[in-house]
């Protein structure tokens, strides 16, 4: 059985004047100790997957239908006390920006304990010193007098790892990371990368790594979902959706690379932008910046079909590879 | 530590020049002092005499500068009317004004918090809403009136409590004498002090709800969700110290506010205190006692705001006292 099986999922907002959808349906798989990561652009409906898989959204956002089954518990149905028991404890979550998730007015001691104690019976003391140990874990130096000091006292790459130490304080079987180094410099994140890497194969913890940056994907993890515009259009093995991308967006997404890119050339970029959530096209919603839609496209949202090594969301996918095929072969 | 104690020590002095200035120009022009003093059969020689010895002629520096020197060695003035010393006139009441600002501060210390953070958490509610109605309601009708329609309710139709006056009042040091000390003088206290909370408690309930909805939407408190806190914790550990580190600073100014505010008040109440004092003084056309009011009022208010930012400092871990001043 997987550790995470999420099945047909839909997400809506409730807005105003509308109710409009920000996940449509989407399914996948988690196994025990998995890293999985989730790509796309800003709006695609990455965070919201990973806030949604520990029914933390806030209002007016909610779960439409759907299951999210957590060994075999739909975290869907569960009551707001099985929801506490959950979050923190057997599912953690490691938030963006590392300056403004921690409390400003409480030590990191503090916040540390405060979620020992929420899920275990222990004393003040025992929850210092799992804290403590938990902290050199993640390489922080002098981890006794940290406990003393305020968020304020530390940097960012410090108070991440304090983050990532948080999440790995009560053993949880899965992590969710959103973008939990995009706020930080460059030279730390690949750190922090490592380090979480490190910890999740270490622990046999599983982990959803929801990011913009396929770099980090292929290097982090074992399985890759592509979203866009509130569905998954592309997924399967890292290795593969980097090498051999299916899905016209991924393809865009990959050749938008700069690594991609002859220097001093322009960065090739995917036309357009992706639509807002109250104007998503009929048909697949990728088609006005799909140099190979058709009338289908405009008019059908494409099935999730198996093709290759791979599960992908396009109509066209068969033709797009043949002419790829055809071109090779002219080459 | 104390650069920034001695910081704020020569900034309420600055303060208290200003406040001296005013008061000092005012007396100026409230009345010909002589004519309290002698009334009408002395001579107008006598009078230009009088004024000389009196220091009337000279200039505006010079009177303002002996008016400073003296204030400065707790002289500020006589009062016409009490034969005394103002500066004791005003002391004597003052600890009546206190406990009925004391007694306000309690009400609205009490009330606010649980109110405001109800309001916030449950905004939809319909008791929410009903809070939310009656705090405009009490932000919108003055003080006076509010404590008119309450003698009249509580006091005259009802009979449950008396309508002025301490009552019963117990000596505890010096001229000190408190009203929570018998029964009598609690009943006395109660109708004056929800009068002067009347305005400060609802606007205290907005400011609580208007800054925890706000702190309830950031992400330190969506990530104690995720970390599977309880409710209770996040509302009132997490969000409730956020939320009040603003509401102290408005707090402090608003509580000097409220020395001023226990005018009408006390005057509704005939509460023996310094404000229905300062109204009778007017009345009297006491020019030295409406002077040391003022100077005794702005004190309050530059020593009330001066331990505010101090405990602000110490609420709040990202304003760090021992290192400020430079």
New interface residues.
């Given amino acids: 059985m997987s550790l995470l099986s999420v099945r047909d999922l839909t997400v809506k907002f409730a807005m105003r004047d509308q109710t409009v959808t920000a996940l449509n349906g989407i399914s996948f798989d988690l196994a025990k100790g998995e890293r999985l990561g989730i790509v796309g652009e800003s709006g695609a409906g990455k965070s919201i997957t990973g806030f949604s898989l ?1 029914n ?1 959204l ?1 209002r007016p956002g909610y779960i439409d239908s759907g299951q999210i089954l957590f060994n075999g518990e739909d975290v869907v149905q569960m009551n707001d006390k099985r ?7 057997r599912m ?2 490691i ?1 963006q ?1 590392p300056m ?8 990191i001691g503090q916040q540390m304990i ?2 020992l104690m ?2 275990r019976k222990l004393s003040r003391e025992e929850a210092r010193q799992i804290a403590i140990v938990k902290l050199r874990e993640v390489y922080i130096p002098s981890p006794e007098e940290r406990l003393e000091q ?1 968020p ?1 006292e530390l940097s960012g790459g410090m108070r991440q790892r304090i983050i990532i130490a ?1 999440a790995l304080l009560l053993d949880p079987q899965l992590i969710i990371a959103d973008e939990p180094t995009t706020a930080l410099d460059v030279t730390i994140q690949a750190d922090i990368m490592e380090l979480m890497l490190e910890l999740c194969q270490s622990n046999q913890v599983g982990l959803i790594l929801i990011t913009h940056d396929l770099g980090v994907v292929s290097q982090m993890t074992e399985r890759t979902l592509v979203m866009y515009a509130g569905r998954i259009i592309e997924s399967g093995r890292t290795r593969e959706i980097i090498n051999d991308p299916q899905h016209p967006y991924t393809q865009g997404l990959i050749n938008a690379l700069p690594q991609q890119t002859v220097p001093g050339q322009r960065l090739k970029q995917i036309p357009g932008n992706m639509p807002g959530l109250a104007s998503i096209p009929a048909g697949c919603a990728f088609n006005p910046r799909c140099k190979y839609a058709t009338d289908l496209c405009r008019s059908r949202v494409p099935e999730t079909v198996h093709y290759g090594e791979v599960e992908v969301a396009c109509h066209e996918v068969q033709r797009l590879n043949s002419d790829e095929d055809r071109q090779e072969a002219r080459a | 530590m104390f650069a920034y104690l001695a910081k704020r020590v020569i900034q309420a002095v600055a303060v208290m020049f200003v406040i001296s200035l005013i008061a000092f120009a005012i007396q100026g022009n409230l009345g010909d002092p002589l004519r309290e003093l002698v009334g009408q059969s002395v001579s107008e020689e006598v009078r230009q005499q009088l004024r000389d010895e009196l220091g009337l002629n000279d200039s505006f520096l010079t009177q303002y500068l002996r008016f400073a020197g003296n204030a400065l060695q707790g002289d500020l003035g006589t009062s016409y009317f009490f034969k005394e010393p103002a500066l004791d006139v005003i002391l004597k009441k003052l600890p009546a004004t206190l406990e009925l600002v004391f007694g306000a501060t309690l009400i609205i210390v009490g009330f606010s918090v649980p109110l405001g953070v109800y309001t916030a958490i449950k905004p939809d509610s319909i008791l929410s809403r009903i809070i939310m109605g009656l705090s405009i309601v009490g932000i919108s009708i003055p003080v006076f009136l509010t404590a008119i329609l309450m003698i009249f309710v509580f006091s005259v139709e009802y009979g449950w409590f008396p309508s002025y006056g301490r009552g019963d009042t117990v000596h505890v040091w010096g001229y000190w004498e408190t009203n929570f000390a018998t029964a009598d003088g609690w009943m006395h206290i109660i109708l004056p002090s929800i009068a002067l909370a009347s305005i400060m408690l609802p606007l205290f309930v907005r400011l609580i709800r208007a800054e925890m909805m706000e702190v309830l939407q950031s992400e330190y408190v969506k990530y104690a969700k995720a970390k599977g806190i309880n409710p209770w914790r996040i509302y009132f550990v997490h969000a409730l110290k956020n939320t009040l580190l603003p509401v102290i600073t408005v707090g402090g100014v608003q509580i000097g506010t409220m020395v001023a505010y226990t005018i009408l008040t006390e005057t509704v109440f005939q509460w023996p205190g310094m404000g229905f004092m300062f109204l009778e003084a007017v009345n009297r056309v006491d020019t030295p006692l409406i002077v040391a009011y003022l100077i005794v009022v702005g004190f309050i208010f530059v020593v009330t705001n001066t331990i505010v930012d101090l405990i602000y400092g110490l609420v709040n871990p990202t304003v760090n006292i021992a290192r400020m001043g430079a």
Avoid at chain 1, 100 to 107: D, G
Wanted: hydrophobic share 45%.
């Fill in positions: 520990m933390l806030s929801l506490r028991n959950l979050r923190g404890n953690a979550m938030f920006d403004v998730t921690l409390n400003p007015v409480l030590t405060e979620t929420a899920h305020y304020h948080i």
